[in-house]
T-cell receptor
Framework: GAGVSQSPSNKVTEKGKDVELRCDPI?????LYWYRQRLGQGLEFLIY????????KSGLPSDRFSAERTGESVSTLTIQRTQQEDSAVYLC????????????FGPGTRLTVL | KNQVEQSPQSLIILEGKNCTLQ??????????LRWYKQDTGRGPVSLTI?????NTKSNGRYTATLDADTKQSSLHITASQLSDSASYIC????????????FGKGTRLSVIA
């Protein structure tokens, strides 16, 4: 079966524009996670979905960031009014049931804000 | 504070040599600890997972150890290959509360010929 897929793979945008990043988890995985990884840095947790609800939004860095998940499947991460410090790789992962299960990561979306 | 510290930050070794990466954590309540390998430009891939009662787990040339008393883990790579060049990330899962997963910043390993 297919792994976690993300699109686009690369996104270049101008400061102030909104961007949407998409994640398609492994079919049947109920948990989905978004992370941010700045160049040369570790993974930074953003948000976690169990089904379509997000019990943990503690990592969202500001109100410019939002995420939703529909049909217990695809998720979109939206960044409004992008800033240069938003430049990073945004990684999505899914796991079968919950946070204690192994996470399978997608290839990431590299976002560059000019 | 729940933290995962990894050392060294980076490491360069010759092909064929062994190396050991360290992970110290202050995470509670502890559930499990995973080591991930992240190739450049790719998402992390799980290598091993250990629960509280497990001391050692191997996956090919990778052997992870866990000392739950001292809250330390290590990842030992035997007979390194050029393809082992990657970042190795230690991740500790908590049993409850927010921030269920605590990530280390990783060790960047370069294996050279």
């Amino acid at each position: 079966g297919a792994g976690v897929s993300q699109s686009p793979s690369n996104k270049v945008t101008e400061k102030g524009k909104d961007v949407e990043l998409r994640c398609d988890p492994i079919s049947g995985h109920t948990a989905l996670y978004w992370y941010r990884q700045r160049l040369g840095q570790g993974l930074e947790f953003l948000i976690y979905f169990q089904g379509n609800s997000a019990p943990d939004k503690s990592g969202l860095p500001s109100d410019r960031f939002s995420a939703e998940r529909t049909g217990e499947s695809v998720s979109t991460l939206t960044i409004q009014r992008t800033q240069q410090e938003d430049s990073a790789v945004y990684l999505c992962a899914s796991s079968l049931d919950g946070v204690l299960d192994e996470q399978f990561f997608g290839p990431g979306t590299r976002l560059t804000v000019l | 504070k729940n933290q995962v510290e990894q050392s060294p930050q980076s490491l360069i070794i010759l092909e064929g040599k062994n190396c050991t990466l360290q992970c110290n954590y202050t995470v509670s309540p502890f559930s499990n600890l995973r080591w991930y390998k992240q190739d450049t430009g790719r998402g992390p891939v799980s290598l091993t997972i250990m629960t509280f009662s497990e001391n050692t787990k191997s996956n090919g040339r990778y052997t992870a150890t866990l000392d739950a008393d001292t809250k330390q883990s290590s990842l030992h790579i035997t007979a390194s290959q050029l393809s082992d060049s990657a970042s190795y990330i230690c991740v500790v899962s908590r049993n409850s509360g927010n921030t269920p997963l605590v990530f280390g910043k990783g060790t960047r390993l370069s294996v050279i010929a």
